[in-house]
């Protein structure tokens, strides 16, 4: 795998072809040429139209798709005509489905959900559930936070509107009981104290990615929720359920999208806590990370951005490398996480920043 192509140059796409240019020969893909300046060359063109994208993606060994949820579906099936190497940020539930099938007679590696939830999280979580002889819980959280919040939502949107209410309006899989099920999201509020600093989280759908599958049968409980300040999931049961505008997702994000611009210092909260038995008997083990922007190149990144970024572009290097299988559908629990650390790009999680 030599030659790769990004695809989408937002706030993500753009850090995610920076990073990789360091290793591979990259171009990038996008319908406007971004205002800045970037290190590779850039083809412009419509995602949309599937013949450019599958002439276009003939000259690549592999693809990484940053665009939102909506839009993966043509360029996974681009790559899998052509038998290249698939990557995408998804954390829609049929996408993946759809893409998982796809890899079932795939020549090259179809991996989506290469981000923070899922994609991180599942790494680290599978990562604690190996150090127990019997399991019993598996709770995973993850937070994208202003670190100045104001107004009662306490939010921005320095990540896809887009993919943010898909995951608010979707219900979300757990295991429950030792059962397989689906939940309401932004339900099944819970309190968390942070370092002092309480926190709300409820349930969002997409976060485990394959991980009820994985672990039906071994665990009695396994659930993801998002990090949010407190208040925040009343409200956005208000704006979605009691004015409808859940039908209307289009202009739900136009007025989030106004109403709560990106900010640019903001943090990533990383939590993960398993329960089971190990030699000494019942035990817990919990992994806690709070990432702040950082300078790449001499760059100010979001932490958002960053972790979202250093995240796909890690198991793409990793691929690369043949440290993870080179066809068919890779599942984010299955990827080491020593091993993702290693990597030049995961080597941004070592640590607190």
């Given at each position: 795998m030599q030659n790769v192509l990004i695809i989408g140059l937002g706030k993500v796409g753009s850090l995610v072809a920076t990073l990789?240019?360091?290793?591979?020969?990259?171009?990038?893909?996008?319908k406007r040429r971004p205002t800045k300046s970037l290190p590779f060359e850039i083809i412009e063109g419509d995602v949309t139209d599937e013949a450019f994208i599958e002439t276009t993606l003939a000259d690549f060994d592999a693809v990484v798709s940053c665009m939102p949820y909506n839009l993966n579906l043509p360029i996974a099936n681009a790559a899998y005509k052509l038998g290249i190497h698939y990557f995408d940020l998804t954390e829609d539930v049929p996408t993946t489905a759809a893409i998982r099938q796809m890899a079932e007679t795939h020549r090259g590696v179809m991996a989506p959900q290469c981000g923070l939830a899922p994609g991180l999280i599942g790494i680290v979580g599978a990562d604690l559930a190996k150090r127990f002889d019997k399991l019993r819980d598996i709770e995973l959280r993850v937070g994208?936070?202003?670190?100045y919040p104001n107004g009662l939502l306490g939010y921005s949107f320095t990540w896809?509107?887009?993919?943010?209410?898909?995951e608010y309006i979707n219900?979300?899989?757990?295991?429950?009981?030792?059962?397989?099920?689906?939940?309401?999201?932004?339900?099944?509020?819970?309190?968390?104290?942070i370092e002092g600093q309480e926190f709300e989280a409820f349930s969002t759908s997409?976060?485990?990615?394959?991980?009820?599958?994985?672990?039906?049968?071994?665990?009695?409980?396994?659930?993801?929720?998002?990090?949010?300040?407190?208040?925040?999931?009343?409200?956005m049961r208000f704006l979605l359920y009691?004015?409808?505008?859940?039908?209307?997702?289009?202009?739900?994000e136009e007025i989030l999208t106004s109403a709560k611009p990106p900010v640019k210092e903001d943090v990533v909260y990383v939590y993960a806590v398993v329960e089971g038995w190990q030699t000494d008997g019942l035990a817990r083990e919990e992994f806690y990370r709070a990432f702040h922007p950082r300078l790449i190149d001499g760059q100010h990144w979001r932490a958002i951005s960053w972790t979202t970024a250093a995240s796909i572009a890690a198991v793409v290097e990793m691929v690369a490398a043949g440290a993870l299988p080179q066809q068919g559908f890779i599942k984010q629990e299955e990827i080491p996480f020593e091993a993702f650390l290693a990597t030049e790009n995961g080597a941004f999680f070592r640590g607190n920043n």
């Open positions: 990789l240019n360091k290793q591979f020969s990259v171009k990038g893909l996008d994208a936070l202003p670190c896809s509107p887009a993919g943010v209410i898909n219900d979300a899989e757990v295991i429950h009981n030792g059962e397989r099920k689906m939940v309401s999201s932004l339900d099944g509020i819970e309190v968390i104290n997409g976060g485990l990615g394959t991980m009820c599958e994985t672990y039906l049968g071994k665990v009695d409980t396994l659930n993801y929720k998002t990090i949010r300040y407190p208040g925040h999931a009343k409200l009691e004015l409808i505008l859940k039908n209307n997702r289009q202009q739900i």
